[in-house]
């Protein structure tokens, strides 16, 4: 849930107009439709596990335990779908994925 906090408030980060996405309960809500949409699990899980391979494979750590300069060059190789290298295509689902639930939420 740690990693699904942090990409959420990546995705809608505070601002002097509103709060973020942990604070407006995103992180509870994705947790919600992945348990109640079994069709999200294998994609979420899957997605997790890739970013945490991908950071370990570029600093040697997990996503959670990474500086967010880490997390922000990871997160821009793959929120830009026509802009992201293929071989980071399943990044680029995951992360297509974690931006519509978390602006659903």
Do not use: H
Request: charged share 20%.
């Amino acid at each position: 849930m740690e990693t699904i906090a942090i990409l959420s408030d990546i995705i809608i980060p505070a601002d002097e107009v509103s709060g973020s996405a942990t604070q407006a309960g995103v992180p509870a809500f994705i947790e919600f439709i992945v348990k109640d949409k079994p069709e999200f699990q294998t994609p979420m899980r899957g997605g997790l596990r890739w970013l945490d391979l991908q950071m370990s494979k570029l600093y040697g750590t997990s996503f959670k335990d990474s500086s967010p300069e880490q997390r922000i060059a990871v997160v821009d190789a793959i929120a830009y779908p026509a802009k992201a290298k293929p071989e980071l295509k399943q990044g680029v689902a995951f992360f297509t994925l974690m931006r519509n639930l978390t602006a659903t939420g």
